[in-house]
């Protein structure tokens, strides 16, 4: 499937919106599309244009997971904070999906199940304990041992959890979805156009003046822009390189029920199938320093993600057939930003960060929408600055 043609704009002159957001990715993408679905009118702006960011690097494994498990998080926001958290991940992918079928946004969407792995993180015994508490909680999750993981899935690892109602999806072809719902409801996306100085007029209102000249007055501003962090917001995340391949297409050797998989280890691997039997695996995580230093290391990640996916899956022919590189944001927790910047009135920021960066952003733009029509979310202050 080709990528949708976003229609976009140039900015020659000053705008007018209720909204600015700036970033066209898939967080700016489904903050638009909601807050014009809620009536106000919105203007997107991107320094690249619609769908060229971090959106372009993920493999969209869109899991209700989070990096942190419940076991560990609870340590870090107590239970009672994890156990939210946990369940509202959960509800924002169940909430995706219906959106995805609502609005009919073609992207090669599928429900998969998902084997979360043994390793360094969470050993045989603690992933059980993870496994307990999910299930106390109303996740329903499975546990394998090392001979059911062997029997079921050809894999041999110690322990296994098995969760359902995971997503895989086209990741270019649902932002373009999103933004071309938001385009339907008048929203207007300006390319090419780069941020600068943001003026705090009266009465609330914001002016937004561009590199290119022209300035946007809105009522309210939105950073949704990846793990490129506006300057003006402090913060002790971190910025990560990841690093995928993608192999030949062999339908015929993937492994039994084609599921999601992901490990329990620090580095950590991921791996999934597509639709015409390739397999996409990566991580090897590096800190992110600048984009030349990290793509100089794609040849060395590359060969190290096909050693480590031809020792667990010998069949495969594990060599890449097309490889590339992405940063993203990490968290202590695990868990996103998202809310008023502090000191700078009716101004947002979404930093969806970690591996739930596409759930955490459709949570992101139901916590705005919630705020800026006068609803309370119950949910709103886990993830508040």
């Known amino acids: 499937m080709r990528v949708p043609?976003?229609?976009t704009e140039k900015l020659t002159k000053d705008q007018r919106a209720d909204v600015v957001i700036i970033g066209a990715g898939i967080t700016g993408a489904m903050a638009?599309?909601?807050?014009s679905a809620?009536?106000?009118?919105v203007i997107v702006l991107d320094r690249r244009g619609p769908l060229k960011g971090a959106t372009s690097a993920t493999t969209a494994l869109l899991q209700y997971e989070i990096d942190q498990p419940i076991t560990k998080l609870r340590n870090q926001i107590g239970e009672a904070n994890a156990v939210?958290?946990?369940?509202?991940?959960?509800?924002?992918?169940?909430s995706l999906t219906a959106k995805i079928q609502s609005l009919k946004i073609e992207c090669?969407?599928?429900q998969e199940t998902s084997l979360y792995l043994a390793g360094n993180v969470?050993?045989?015994?603690?992933?059980?304990k993870e496994w307990q508490l999910r299930n106390t909680i109303g996740l329903y999750t499975d546990y394998h041992t090392r001979a059911s993981l062997?029997?079921?899935?050809?894999?041999?690892r110690n322990a296994a959890l098995q969760s359902y109602g995971n997503l895989t999806v086209n990741p270019l072809r649902l932002a373009g979805g999103f933004l071309l719902e938001a385009v339907k409801n008048g929203s207007t996306i300006f390319s090419k156009v780069t941020a600068e100085d943001i003026e705090f007029a009266a009465k609330g209102v914001i002016r937004l003046r561009t590199k290119e000249g022209p300035t946007i007055t809105a009522r309210y501003l939105i950073y949704a822009s990846g793990y490129e962090i506006p300057s003006c917001v402090r913060t002790n995340n971190t910025i990560h390189s990841t690093y995928v391949i993608a192999t030949r297409p062999q339908p015929k050797k993937l492994w039994p029920q084609k599921c999601l998989i992901w490990e329990a280890s620090d580095p950590y691997l991921y791996m999934r199938t597509t639709e015409d039997g390739r397999v996409i695996c990566g991580g090897e995580d590096e800190d992110f320093e600048d984009e030349e230093k990290r793509d100089s290391l794609l040849a060395q990640k590359t060969a190290k993600l096909e050693k480590k996916l031809s020792e667990m899956f010998p069949e495969l022919d594990s060599r890449a057939e097309f490889a590339w590189c992405g940063s993203f944001g990490a968290s202590k927790t695990g868990l996103p930003t998202i809310g008023e910047i502090p000191g700078m009135k009716n101004c947002f920021s979404i930093m969806s960060f970690g591996g739930n960066g596409?759930?955490?952003s459709c949570i992101a733009a139901e916590l705005l929408t919630s705020h800026l029509t006068g609803k309370a979310d119950p949910d709103a202050d886990l993830f508040a600055f």
């Open 358 to 360: 596409i759930t955490y």
């Open 108 to 110: 090669e969407a599928k």
């Open 150 to 156: 062997l029997d079921n899935f050809g894999i041999r």
């Open 38 to 41: 809620a009536g106000f009118s």
């Open 32 to 35: 638009a599309r909601e807050l």
């Open 122 to 128: 969470l050993d045989a015994e603690a992933l059980k």
């Open 84 to 94: 939210r958290a946990w369940r509202r991940s959960k509800l924002a992918l169940d």
């Open 5 to 7: 043609r976003i229609p």
